[in-house]
């Protein structure tokens, strides 16, 4: 007989083996007759009790107190069952250690009946699981926190009032939220592996959003861009969209993520408030969406890239800070304390929506309508928040610059009363009768009001598509102002010396508003005021700049610079700086003003054009 037949029919010695071996850390007898338990030194060290010195026994109830009480139901229940109808039997139980821990054991046995089949012996073997339970415990954790993380992303996802979505590389819807739903008006199933030519009502407006997705999967990058998707009673919908190409962990581009923010109605606004084509694209390459996820401290857990790639930061530099002390909002303590406290109102289950100016790119600033709105677990208890923000700088830049051309405007009628009081006393002056006097004052009236045409356009927020010589400008705003022979040279008031300068349709009616303001202001105190007062215009260029001299003599005289800027001086720098790239310099001569006004020929002069 070899060895191993030897070992295999001596029970005893098999089960030393497995012992010896760590399969088997212990084995047990209980003595039903007795009611007692006893164990080997594996079992006595796994219950830490001492059998030796109460002869191998020890009450069941010394025992089943080792055992962790929750499981103890499950143990007895097994061994009454065994009791009754014999076989095999296994039970998992926590057994309690010296440190206060729990150890989990298998313990595996057979009950052995006498001649009268009663139950007299149950015996077997402790195995040692405590490693595969905690195992398998954590792997039910890890199971329960991906669950968790899939719901707080979902409800994050819904949350947000912007289009989310996800497609594969064939461009097949994969990912979509509420708002895609609602937008499409079809139900997940029948959009789910779709692409946008089998859901989208217009094949046009499908055709170009598959052609962008297409182009920024086949490049891996990523873009901002406007899209056309459904229409409304007046006209079609218009979204701004944020689409990044995503890669799998080998580096492959699998599919696209997107989202989508309505602009429609803004896009309508701004196009009622600003006719010109160049400011109004200026207004919409700004926008942009920002979206977050704070805990309810106020906490950065998560943001898009947008806003941080726009302030050319990293990731790294704003997760896990107060959203009050980040780069948008750390510039201004007024600022930071708005948003700490819609933090704590957004915390107590308010939404809160304001706007406010943030931290940009290289000390820049913007303005962006925030929001910030909290995020409820199935307790309705606040468990994250929500903020996000749309770019709205050029709205407000564009309002901001209406309401100071409003205030032109109010400025100008309240001159008109001056100037045509000024031309009536001069014209007076000069004319030798009733006839004459009423023909000059009526020429003077028409070229006022050719001149006060010329900057209506920028008044009226309306583009000029017309162009003009510099040097017939200047004569239709300055005629209502000179003396009636002023053309005879003996008593010419206005003196102009310079080439010929076409101007470009936009510097017109800056150049208008200009002129316009130092005319008003020469007529009401300087050279223009008086009879034999004079004005000299002259201008010169070099191939970057062009110079405009304004030169008064023979006016009132001057006692020194004024007290404080008027609205008019305000309203021509503001303009020359921002239409001009340009200066305009005041010299408070005693015999005259002198004005000097700088602007880049590029965007004053047509240039590179035949003369006619």
Request: net charge negative.
């Amino acid at each position: 007989m070899s060895e191993t037949q030897r070992l295999l029919r001596d029970p005893a010695e098999s089960v030393r083996l497995a012992l010896e071996s760590g399969a088997i850390i212990g084995t047990w007898e209980w003595n039903i007759t007795s009611g007692r338990f006893g164990g080997d030194e594996g079992c006595a060290r796994v219950f830490q009790l001492d059998f030796e010195s109460e002869g191998g026994f020890l009450p069941l109830s010394d025992v089943q107190a080792r055992v962790h009480p929750t499981d103890w139901v499950a143990v007895d229940a097994v061994s009454q069952r065994a009791l009754a109808q014999g076989g095999i039997t296994h039970v998992e139980f926590r057994v309690l250690q010296r440190e206060g821990t729990y150890r989990w054991v298998q313990c595996s046995g057979r009950c052995e009946f006498g001649s009268d089949q009663k139950p007299r012996r149950f015996a077997g073997v402790l195995l040692d699981i405590d490693m595969r339970k905690r195992t398998e415990d954590r792997l039910r954790q890890s199971e329960a926190a991906a669950r968790e993380a899939n719901a707080l992303l979902h409800a994050v996802i819904e949350a947000v009032p912007a289009l989310i979505y996800v497609k594969d590389r064939q461009g097949r819807m994969q990912t979509a939220n509420g708002a895609v739903l609602d937008l499409i008006g079809m139900p997940w199933e029948d959009v789910r592996n779709r692409t946008d030519a089998e859901f989208l009502a217009n094949s046009q407006d499908a055709a170009m959003v598959m052609a962008t997705d297409r182009r920024l999967m086949e490049s891996g990058g990523h873009a901002e861009l406007e899209e056309i998707v459904g229409e409304d009673q007046h006209g079609p919908r218009v979204w701004l969209s944020q689409k990044r190409a995503f890669r799998n962990a080998d580096g492959a581009v699998v599919g696209l993520v997107g989202t989508s923010v309505e602009i429609t109605g803004r896009k309508r606004t701004e196009v009622a408030l600003a006719a010109s084509e160049a400011h109004l694209r200026r207004v919409l390459d700004s926008l942009f969406a920002f979206v977050g996820i704070l805990d309810p401290g106020g906490t950065l857990a998560d943001v898009n890239r947008a806003p941080v790639e726009g302030a050319g930061l990293e990731i790294s530099d704003v997760i896990g800070r107060k959203l009050w002390d980040s780069h948008w909002f750390a510039h201004d303590p007024a600022v930071r304390e708005r948003i700490k406290q819609s933090v704590e109102r957004a915390r107590a289950g308010e939404t809160v929506r304001f706007d406010v100016e943030i931290n940009w790119r290289a000390g820049t600033k913007r303005t962006i309508d925030y929001q910030i709105a909290p995020l409820y677990d199935t307790s309705g208890n606040v468990t994250m928040l929500v903020p996000s923000g749309v770019d709205v700088t050029a709205r407000k830049d564009s309002e901001a610059q209406r309401q100071l051309l409003i205030l032109e405007l109010k400025h100008r009628v309240q001159n008109l009363f001056t100037i045509a009081s000024g031309m009536v006393s001069m014209t007076a002056k000069s004319a030798s009768s009733t006839a004459q006097m009423a023909a000059s004052l009526t020429g003077r009236l028409q070229a006022l009001a050719r001149a006060h045409a010329l900057i209506n356009p920028a008044i009226n927020g309306e583009t000029e598509t017309m162009e003009a010589g510099l040097g017939p400008l200047i004569d239709a705003i300055v005629a209502p102002h000179v003396a009636p022979d002023s053309s005879t040279a003996s008593r010419a008031q206005l003196h102009m010396t310079g080439r010929r300068v076409q101007l470009q349709a936009d510097a017109v009616t800056g150049m208008a508003l200009v002129f316009h303001e130092l005319v008003t202001n020469s007529a009401k105190y300087g050279a223009l005021s008086a009879s034999d007062g004079v004005l000299r215009i002259d201008w010169t260029d070099t191939d970057d700049e062009l110079c405009i001299r304004w030169s008064e003599q023979g006016g009132p005289p001057i006692t020194g610079v004024p007290e404080r800027a008027g609205f008019g001086s305000r309203l021509i720098r503001s303009t020359v700086r921002a239409q001009f790239d340009g200066e305009i310099m005041h010299d408070w001569a005693p015999d005259g003003l002198i004005v000097t006004l700088r602007a880049k020929r590029d965007l004053v002069e047509v240039r590179n054009r035949p003369a006619p």
